[in-house]
């Protein structure tokens, strides 16, 4: 398990480096845009000043930087745009949410009024649902929850064979989106448990939804 466990720190590791690496990318290509117009039409008007002088050179000098200059604001143009869609297309690529309703509680209580699991004062607080037929790989597992100042403690998500556990965090604004990092599952049509591993006084969170994203390996 706590090889398991190491291996899933790692690639959720390197799936947020991925991310920040590429959104840096995106805003690179972004705000290279708008110098490289400017630097576009100043070389304009200093081949048209050069080609007006009859200063040849300097003129073709200006042409060859112009459009090596527009070469660079396609090349940022496209590379903006793909980073975009891509991102867009992750956004919204495969997500799977696990009906509270369809939940097995023990310790746990669904409140009807609010849609949300309540109750988690204790250790063997937990709620349980069978996977959907999901293909073997790697699941970012969001969580959406409030947790109070006096609320808290530590989440564990929990398949058949691996785990993953996260503290969980005050929320200031009624229910947000927490993503614990990368739970790999073995058996798609198996067991996935959510549960409290450690409990402050105030109990662990009142969870609004379980969601898990396929991760591309």
Known sequence: MAASSGSQEKSTSETALARLRADFEAALARASVEPLKLRITELQAAEKRAAAAWDWEQALAAR?????????????????????????????????????????LEGVKYDDSRKALTDWRTTSSRAMWTLPDLPPGGYEVVLRYTSSATQGGTVRVQEQFYSLNADTHITLAGPEDHLLGTLRVRTGSGPLVVSASKVSKGGLMDLYGVQLVPVNE
């Open 64 to 104: 060859e930087k112009r459009q090596r200059a527009e070469m660079d604001l396609a090349s940022a143009e496209k590379l903006s745009l793909l980073l975009g869609t891509v991102k867009e297309l992750e956004a919204t690529r495969g997500k799977i949410d696990l009906p509270l309703t369809q939940a097995t």
